[in-house]
C-alpha cells in the first residue's frame, strides 16, 4: 500500500532536521535535497517542471516563477508550496503541511540513481564504455556511475544493463498515473528482458503486483507502463 504523500512529509519533518549553510549561485534550476542518514527528500527543478521524492513515492509538480509556488500532484492529492531561495537552500512553505529547507546538490556529489531521468545521447554511453575499458576491468566496473542503480524509475523506452542500469536482482513496481482521467484508480504494463536470442517478458496486471526480476550485463530492457504518465520503480534486491 503507498504511503499518503501528505502524510509521508509530516512524517519527515518530524524526524528530519538539516543545518549550516554554504555559497551556491542563486538559480531555482537544479538538484536539492534533505536528509537524516536514513530519509531523504528529493527535489528537482527543470523550467516549469518539478519532481518530488520522498519514501519511495514522486509527485510531478509545475513552477509558477512569478508567483513563486510550485503546485505537485498525483491521481489523488495536490500539495502547494511557496518556495524562497536562501543561499544554497531552497525553502518550501504550505499551510497544510508546514516548512522544510532543501540543500542545493552540486554536480559533483549528485546522485545520479535516486532521480527519474532518462539517456537521450548514445555519446555519453561511448564515453562510458571507453573509461570502463581503461586499466583493471573488474575494479572500473566497481566504480562505474550507472544512471540507474540500487533505486530509480523508468519510464516508456529502451534501456541497456551495463550502460544505463546497474547489472542485479530488484523489487519492481509499477506505479500507475492517469493525469487525463482521474477516475481511473490503477493500470497495467509490462517489462520485456532481452538477451541475445531469449526473450522473458514480466507483465504487471496492476500497481498492487511487485516482480522480482534480475538484471545482467548486456541485457536489453524494454519499459512499457499502460501509458505515459506511469512508470516502474525499481529497488535493488542483491541480497
Do not use: Q, W
Not at 499518503?4 to 549553510?21: N, P, T
Not at 531469449?198 to 522480482?212: C, D, I, L, P, T
Amino acid at each position: 500500500m503507498k504511503k499518503s504523500f501528505k502524510v509521508a512529509l509530516l512524517m519527515l519533518l518530524v524526524i528530519l532536521f538539516s543545518g549550516g549553510c554554504s555559497t551556491a549561485k542563486d538559480e531555482l534550476n537544479g538538484s536539492y535535497e534533505l536528509s537524516n542518514g536514513d530519509s531523504k527528500m528529493e527535489l528537482e527543478i527543470d523550467g516549469d517542471d518539478a519532481l518530488l521524492m520522498l519514501y519511495g513515492e514522486s509527485m510531478e509538480g509545475t513552477v509558477e516563477r512569478s508567483k513563486k509556488t510550485i503546485t505537485f500532484k498525483d491521481k489523488k492529492e495536490t500539495a502547494k508550496f511557496t518556495y524562497k531561495l536562501v543561499g544554497s537552500k531552497i525553502s518550501l512553505k504550505s499551510d497544510e503541511i508546514g516548512s522544510f529547507a532543501l540543500e542545493k546538490v552540486t554536480n559533483d556529489d549528485k546522485p545520479s540513481s535516486n532521480l527519474k531521468k532518462k539517456k537521450t545521447s548514445n555519446s555519453s554511453k561511448n564515453e562510458d564504455s571507453s573509461n570502463e575499458s581503461m586499466g583493471n576491468d573488474s575494479a572500473d566496473k566497481d566504480k562505474k556511475n550507472y544512471a540507474y542503480e540500487d533505486f530509480f524509475y523508468l519510464e516508456t523506452g529502451e534501456y541497456e544493463v551495463g550502460t544505463d542500469i546497474k547489472p542485479g536482482a530488484y523489487n519492481v513496481n509499477l506505479n500507475f498515473y492517469d493525469y487525463s482521467d482521474d477516475s481511473k484508480e490503477d493500470g497495467s504494463g509490462y517489462i520485456e528482458v532481452t538477451h541475445g536470442d531469449s526473450v522473458k517478458k514480466y507483465e504487471f496486471e496492476n500497481s498492487e503486483v511487485e516482480r522480482r526480476i534480475i538484471l545482467k550485463d548486456g541485457d536489453l530492457i524494454n519499459s512499457v507502463p499502460e501509458n505515459a504518465d506511469s512508470e516502474f520503480s525499481f529497488m535493488s534486491d542483491d541480497t
